[in-house]
C-alpha cells in the first residue's frame, strides 16, 4: 500500500475566487498577492487562474523569476523592493515594478543610474510600524521619484495592522493618518489586503490587493471562506494505515498526552509534521474519516497522527481521511491549533504528493 498523502489544488476554484473578488472591488484594479508559492498552493499551477489580475506580487527576486520564466508578459511587482544595491539591474532585466519603502532604496536606484520602470509603489508607514517611510516624509519622497527618468505613475500604498478586527480603533486611526498625509498628491491608492477587502470598502480604492481570499479562505477570525462567496483551493488528504483497540486507562503516542477514557478503537493516519500537519494540533481536533468527524487524540508524530474511531465501527485500513478542504475548512482547524491559516497551507512539505484540478481540463493531474 502506498503512502497516499495528497494536496489537491483546485485550480477552478481559484479562478472562481478571483471573479468573486472583482464582484466585491468592481471599480478597482486587482494586484494578486502570490509569494510563498502562491501560498503553498503551488505558482505554476495557480497561474493560469490568475490571468484575470491586474498584476501579480511577490516578495524575493526569486519568487519573480519563477513567474517570469513561465509568463514574460504579466506585471510583477516586488512587494519589499529590492534588498540591496545589485539587485537592481535583476530588477530592470525582470522588468519588475517595485514598491520603495526606505530611503537607502532611493540611494541605490538612484546611484545605479537605471529607471525603475513607468510605475513605482511609494510605501506609507501609516501606524502599523513595519514598513515604509514615515507620515512626514511622504511628499518629499513622493517629489523625488517624480523627478526619476521614465517613471510616469506612483502609487501610494499602506498596510493596515488590525484589518481583521472591524471594530479596532487603529483602522480609523490609519486611514486618517495616510488620507491626512497624502491629500495633496494625484496618486492611486493601494490600501486593502484580503481583510480590509472584506471590512472595509472604503479602502478599496484604485488597486486592491488579496492574498489569502485567492485560496479560499478567510482572513476573518470568525469566518470561513464559503461566507464570503469563496471556494477552498487545497484539500489535504491522507489514509488509514492502522485500526487497532486501545484499553480504558491506556495512553496514546509520544508523552503519553492522551489517556483513553473509555475502551476505544484508535486509527492511525499516514500524515505527520514532516507533512506539515502541525505537531501543536490539540486532543480534539476534527478529522474526516470517510467523511465522518472523528477526533484526533494524542501527539502528532513526525510520519502519523491518531484519531479516536469508536463511533466509526466500520472504518478499516486504507480509507480516506481529509485534514481539510471543502468540507472541513482550514479556518477550522486553524483555531484548534491556535494558530492562522496563512501558516497551515503554506507549511505543506513537498513530501505530500500534489494533484490539480484544472479550471480548463477539469481532471486530476499530478
Same mark, same amino acid.
Given at each position: 500500500? !502506498? ?8 485550480? !477552478? ?5 478571483? /471573479? ?34 491586474? =498584476? ?22 516586488? =512587494? ?16 519588475? /515594478? ?27 508607514? @501609516? ?66 489586503? !484580503? ?27 470568525? &469566518? ?13 488528504? !491522507? ?17 503519553? &498526552? ?29 478529522? =474526516? ?23 466509526? +465501527? ?14 472541513? +475548512? ?35 493531474? @499530478?
Amino acid at each position: 500500500m !502506498s503512502r497516499n498523502t495528497t494536496a489537491t489544488i483546485d485550480v !477552478s476554484a481559484l479562478a472562481h475566487n478571483v /471573479e468573486r473578488i472583482r464582484a466585491l472591488t468592481p471599480d478597482s484594479r486587482l494586484m494578486a498577492v502570490v509569494k510563498a508559492d502562491a501560498y503553498g498552493h503551488g505558482l505554476e499551477r495557480c497561474l493560469p487562474a490568475l490571468a484575470q489580475a491586474d =498584476l501579480l506580487a511577490v516578495a524575493t527576486l526569486n519568487e519573480a523569476r519563477s513567474i517570469r520564466a513561465l509568463d514574460q508578459q504579466v506585471s510583477i511587482l516586488l =512587494l519589499e523592493g529590492v534588498m540591496q544595491a545589485d539587485e537592481i539591474r535583476a530588477m530592470h532585466d525582470l522588468r519588475l /515594478e517595485c514598491v520603495i519603502h526606505h530611503a537607502r532604496q532611493l540611494v541605490w536606484i538612484e546611484s545605479a543610474g537605471i529607471a525603475p520602470g513607468s510605475r513605482v509603489w511609494l510605501k506609507i508607514d @501609516s501606524g502599523m510600524h513595519r514598513l515604509g517611510f514615515g507620515l512626514n516624509q511622504v511628499s518629499e519622497v513622493y517629489a523625488r521619484i517624480q523627478r526619476w527618468p521614465g517613471v510616469q505613475e506612483i502609487v501610494l500604498m499602506s498596510h493596515f495592522a488590525c484589518a481583521d478586527q472591524a471594530d479596532h480603533d487603529l483602522n480609523a486611526k490609519q486611514l486618517q493618518a495616510f488620507d491626512a498625509a497624502v491629500a495633496d498628491l494625484q496618486a492611486a491608492h493601494c490600501l486593502a489586503n !484580503s481583510a480590509a477587502l472584506l471590512n472595509f470598502p472604503d479602502t478599496h480604492r484604485q488597486w486592491v490587493r488579496p492574498g489569502l481570499m485567492l485560496y479560499g479562505i478567510s482572513p476573518l477570525v470568525d &469566518r470561513i471562506g464559503a461566507d464570503h462567496g469563496l471556494r477552498p483551493v487545497m484539500q489535504l488528504d !491522507s489514509q488509514l494505515i492502522a485500526v487497532k483497540d486501545i484499553p480504558a486507562g491506556e495512553t496514546i503516542g509520544y508523552g503519553a &498526552r492522551y489517556t483513553a477514557s473509555r475502551d476505544m478503537r484508535m486509527g492511525v493516519i499516514a500524515i505527520g509534521y514532516g507533512d506539515g500537519y502541525p505537531r501543536s494540533t490539540p486532543d480534539g481536533t476534527p478529522i =474526516l474519516v470517510n467523511g465522518r468527524t472523528a477526533p484526533l487524540v494524542g501527539c502528532v508524530s513526525m510520519d502519523m497522527t491518531t484519531v479516536d474511531l469508536t463511533d466509526q +465501527p466500520e472504518a478499516r485500513v486504507g480509507d480516506p481521511v481529509t485534514l481539510w478542504g471543502r468540507d472541513l +475548512p482550514v479556518e477550522r482547524i486553524a483555531r484548534h491549533v491556535g494558530t492562522i491559516p496563512y501558516e497551515l497551507v503554506c507549511r505543506v512539505t513537498q513530501r505530500v504528493r500534489y494533484e490539480e484540478i484544472s479550471y480548463l481540463r477539469n481532471k486530476p493531474r @499530478s
